[in-house]
DNA sequence: GGTTCTCAACTGTTTACTTCA
DNA sequence: TGTGAAGTAAACAGTTGAGAA
């Protein structure tokens, strides 16, 4: 395969192998990626050899399964940490030194990426949990503040919107759709007290939120020049 | 011995790129 | 020279099946 500079882009990446300065060289002809290394079988193979692997997939024997040794593992998960993708020459690397087909080191790679995926959707999924929670806990703060709020209920006097400049009805409180900030009148005679609410958003929130749009993240940052 | 879990390996699809008419 | 179809390779999502717990 040709592989243009473009496509590189993705998983040209500079190799660190362990024993390795650069990579070895590969004669560029009758090179077959499913070919077993010379010197190979090493690996834990659990039930049949490596020789009859062609007639598993034509209804031959059933397919067998290989178990990576520790050290195979380690160091499949050690070229793992530096880069998650392999050119073909790093897959070629790879697989001779850990003694395997580069065809299992790459099977190796795209399970070893699906993992990795999965765990990652699993904590992301565990902290909107988190965060639900606390936006309901937060949510029955506020509503407890308001019934409150509105028990102190006093006289009438007019208060003017620090925006609109239309009056107000005393003793309630408003929203300022564009600031989001929470405008209570009518308690200090006449005197506009405005109070931004905080939102509890833990660290991440702004990792997640680029992901998912949290609305409040989203107002928040579309009204900045209120 | 049956069930569940893990993981290597497979299949089908999508995407990006090259070649050629 | 520009363009669309065909071919190719790699990545991904989903699935399968063997073996371990």
Redesign the pocket.
């Known amino acids: 395969?040709?592989?243009?500079?473009?496509?590189i882009?993705?998983?040209e990446l500079t190799i660190s192998m362990p024993g390795f300065s650069s990579p070895p060289p590969f004669p560029s002809s009758d090179l077959d990626i499913n070919q077993l290394p010379s010197g190979t079988g090493e690996e834990e193979w659990?039930?049949a050899g490596v020789e009859d692997?062609e007639e598993?997939?034509n209804g031959g024997p059933?397919?067998?399964?290989?178990?990576?040794s520790k050290e195979q593992?380690l160091l499949l998960e050690e070229s793992f940490r530096q880069h998650h993708?392999?050119?073909?020459r790093q897959k070629e690397a790879l697989a001779l030194q850990l003694k395997l087909r580069p065809?299992?080191v790459?099977?190796?790679f795209?399970?070893?990426?699906?993992?990795s995926?999965l765990k990652q959707t699993e904590m992301e999924c565990e902290y909107l949990k988190r965060w639900f929670g606390s936006l309901t806990e937060q949510n029955r703060r506020l509503q407890r503040e308001v019934e409150e709020l509105r028990a102190l209920k006093v006289g009438p006097p007019t208060v003017m919107s620090p925006h609109s400049c239309e009056p107000l009805p005393a003793s309630t409180l408003t929203m300022c759709p564009s600031c989001e900030r929470v405008t209570t009148t009518g308690l200090d005679k006449g005197s506009t007290k405005t109070t931004t609410t905080a939102v509890a958003t833990p660290t991440t929130a702004a990792t997640l939120s680029s992901k998912v749009g949290t609305p409040a993240l989203q107002s928040r940052q579309s009204s900045a020049a209120c």
């Open positions: 395969m040709a592989v243009s500079p473009s496509s882009s993705r998983l659990i039930t692997e598993s997939t059933p397919r067998k399964k290989l178990r990576l593992s993708t392999l050119n073909p065809r299992q790459e099977v190796w795209q399970n070893r990426r699906a993992r995926k």
